[in-house]
């Protein structure tokens, strides 16, 4: 018996990559550019680049969240212009990531790049409840470097 999970992958276009991962031990999947053509994006823009898949997740305890590729980011300045996108277990749309080029000279993204990493991972569903006041703790409402 498999503990292993899965879950449904559609291409949207036939030129689109069913996401892998690099390694047996990498949490993410790679998410390829499902262009004709190379997009640029100019440095401090955002471009959306689509990866020509939607996906099914098993049930709503589950979401995918998109992250950039370490190398991309940290050589080109390249990451999700949102930091880490969230596709809901609901969602049934393209994937497409929003690239933003941190870095100060333009990036040509070309077709089939690897251009984010997603990874599927367990949520916990709970339901806010107003509160007239919450519990006390040792750090109480220290925030921001509160700790040292």
């Avoid at 040509?108 to 251009?115: D, F, K, M, N, S």
């Amino acid at each position: 018996m498999s503990d292993k999970l899965s879950f449904r992958v559609k291409r949207l276009r036939e030129n689109a990559r069913i996401p892998l991962r690099a390694t047996v031990g990498s949490a993410g999947m790679d998410l390829y550019a499902c262009i004709n053509n190379p997009v640029t994006i100019e440095a401090g823009k955002t471009e959306m680049v689509p990866t020509g898949i939607a996906i099914a997740l098993p049930g709503a305890r589950y979401a995918a969240f998109i992250y950039a590729r370490s190398g991309l980011a940290v050589k080109n300045g390249l990451a999700p212009a949102n930091c880490v996108g969230v596709i809901d277990s609901d969602y049934r749309g393209e994937v497409i990531v929003g690239l933003h080029n941190h870095s100060g000279a333009a990036y040509e993204v070309q077709p089939g790049e690897r251009i984010a990493q997603m990874v599927i991972a367990p949520v916990c569903l709970m339901d806010a409840e107003e509160a007239g006041d919450l519990d006390e703790t040792d750090r109480g409402d220290g925030g921001f470097g509160s700790t040292g």
